[in-house]
């Protein structure tokens, strides 16, 4: 890929968020390259762009705002940071801290933050109270012990017992052309969105040229943070896809790393693609389905992603907005159609009201005309939804309200559906047995 094409998914990497996940925003990310193709100038070109948005932008400022509240609640941090840490160094305590002398009566060494991570410490616990990002130069000739240090930070986000508020951007060589002469540890690349630039390309050839004649700034110019509102609900949406491409593909759930990849398909490595796709679809930049590709090709590999992007193109799935307003109508294939409808069930949730609930429940029924099962599944989601204490759905509607709506033919398939599950009998295979 070239320096934009990395830049934009690296934004949208940073960004990247679970719903669930409090406390942890982002997806780490690799820059992959040959020596001198331009990998930490980039890095540190797209962290100061977001300082000087999140600084000089109200808008962007408010957004990002939005994601500290969203992500860290009551304690969210006030501002932006970044960082530089060099990965090719003797001293562990980089990554690890430096050892203190154990506090009177405590037999336990305790650690000093070094000092580039004190930004990232919270207010309460002495630090600068900011979130943002460390960038971690050549990880890749760092030494084994070194390298161990750092993917404890990386996937822990913590230094002895204090937690960081930041995201990690590396920066590597591959073993041809780096000093200690081997790849990242499986371990390690598999926590990371790997983005590798090709300087071959024609593109990278224009924007090196235009960089060196007026300087790299254009290639964030466009960049802003994405909503945090959209990668919320764009989440759940590839969630429900990804569910109903298991159960088609399940094979690509899972492979065991080779030495001819870093990159290959796992539990976390497809979490760390739906976050970021998510994120990328709120920033909606031009040949989106281009950009899809290249984040699932860094972080499940190439036969993984073309696999997904194939089943995704052809699944062709209107908006929840477009099925409750009747624009448009439920699918007719079975992925695409129960995709569909989870999605807008999702939404229904999030925000629910009475018009739209009795909507989704008339799409329920449509959806029982041809495919019963995944029809009563949603019914019998919907009706623990309801009976679930404090649920906002139950302020709009009861289990009464719920049944009533429903057609006699879905009710009937509801109560078979659910003795079928009581007895072990639901059936297997595709998306039609139970969630």
Known sequence: MDQREAATIAMASIFALHPQSKGILGVPVMIWGDPGTGKSSLVEGLAQHIHDLVKNSPNEGKKFQRYMEQVFGDNAPSGFAFSTVNAITPDI??????????????????????????????????????????????LSEASPTVQAAALEVVVGRRIDNETLQAVFLATGNPKEVNISGRNLPAALANRFVVLTIDPTSESYRDISAQGLSKGFDFLYKELRIPDPEKTVENFKKFAVILEAYFERFPGDAYEPPNRESQVYPTTRSWDMAMRVLSSLEAMDPKDKTHYMELVLQGTVGTKAAANFMNYYLGLKIPTPQELLSGEAEIPKELDAAVVSIRTTHAYVLERPSQEKIYRLIDLFNELGKTYPDPAAREVKELLEEVKRKGSPVAEHVNVEGVVHRLSPDLVRFVEEYAERIHRGMSKKGGIEGPA
Do not use: C, H, T
């Not at 009566?105 to 207010?123: C, H, T, V, Y």
């Open 93 to 138: 305590g980089k990554f690890a801290g430096y050892p203190m002398p154990p506090a009177p009566g405590n037999p336990f060494i305790a650690r000093a933050l070094p000092e580039w991570a004190r930004d990232f410490l919270p207010q309460s616990k002495g630090g600068g109270g900011k979130w943002g990002v460390v960038i971690l130069g050549e």
